[in-house]
């Protein structure tokens, strides 16, 4: 089973920043993987938010968070992160990571979904 373990969220005010972390269990998932952001809003599906590729020369936006969020990774660490600013009451959602292959522009995720992490952005 694919180990992925997201953290970082927490509550912040409209205009904040925060940085999450999509942490793999092994080297081997980032290598062979697209890795993916998520994000699940009360009463809403899940959307996709950011992707990056194998190879992590080419990431891919919503259109929501374009200009605002930026995905990035460090191979040394096993880690994806997500660094969100200029943050919005609706982008308050639990945000997940997952492995796929990316489609078009987006990620077609492969795996379960973990716990995922908080982000709440409110006044």
């Known amino acids: 089973q694919l180990q992925l373990v997201e953290s970082g969220g927490g509550l912040v005010q409209p205009g904040g920043s925060l940085r999450l972390s999509c942490a793999a269990a092994?080297?081997?998932?980032?290598?062979?993987?697209?890795i993916g952001w998520f994000r699940q809003a009360p009463g809403k599906e899940r959307e996709g938010v950011s992707c990056?590729?194998?190879?992590?020369?080419?990431?891919n936006y919503a259109d929501s968070v374009k200009d605002r969020f930026i995905i990035s990774r460090d191979s040394a660490k096993n880690t994806v992160y997500l660094q969100m600013d200029s943050l919005k009451p609706e982008d308050t959602a639990v945000y997940y990571c997952?492995?796929?292959?990316?489609?078009?522009?987006?990620?077609?995720?492969?795996?379960?979904w973990g716990q995922g992490t908080q982000v709440t952005v409110s006044s």
């Open positions: 092994s080297a081997y998932i980032l290598r062979d993987n697209a």
């Open positions: 997952n492995a796929g292959r990316v489609v078009g522009s987006v990620l077609v995720p492969f795996h379960s």
């Open positions: 990056i590729d194998s190879s992590a020369t080419s990431t």
